[in-house]
């Protein structure tokens, strides 16, 4: 199985972790995000994770609680953790498990 961070040390390389707004590349590129797609499509989607989940032999769940969520609060976290000179590879790692197999958070902003 592929792991990311394997490589990263076994080539020792430096990785620059920069999060990206996929509703302004949707918005750029002509895409949708997941909530306004025809359903044919999500349909598709839903057989493309049953895929790569059972390929990568994951276990994560296909229609989690809070997804979609806001990912602004995250992206902003491993911008901090990075720019204090750590790597924010576990906290991303724990981040996706607690969301995609745990169904423990629900990541949102207050204003």
Do not use: C
């Not at 076994?10 to 972790?17: A, D, E, G, Q, W």
């Not at 590349?25 to 839903?46: D, I, S």
């Not at 895929?51 to 969520?69: A, G, H, I, S």
């Amino acid at each position: 199985m592929f792991h990311f961070s394997r490589l990263v040390g076994r080539f020792t390389l430096n990785v620059s972790y920069k999060p990206i707004s996929l509703p302004k590349v949707f918005a750029e590129t002509g895409g949708l995000p997941v909530t306004k797609r025809h359903p044919a499509r999500l349909r598709y989607r839903m057989i493309e994770l049953q895929r790569w989940r059972e390929n990568r032999r994951l276990n994560f769940k296909l229609r989690p609680k809070f997804f979609p969520f806001e990912a602004e609060l995250a992206d902003r976290f491993v911008i901090a953790v990075a720019a204090a000179g750590y790597d924010p590879d576990s906290f991303l790692r724990r981040a996706f498990a607690a969301l995609w197999e745990d169904e423990q958070i629900s990541l949102t902003i207050r204003r």
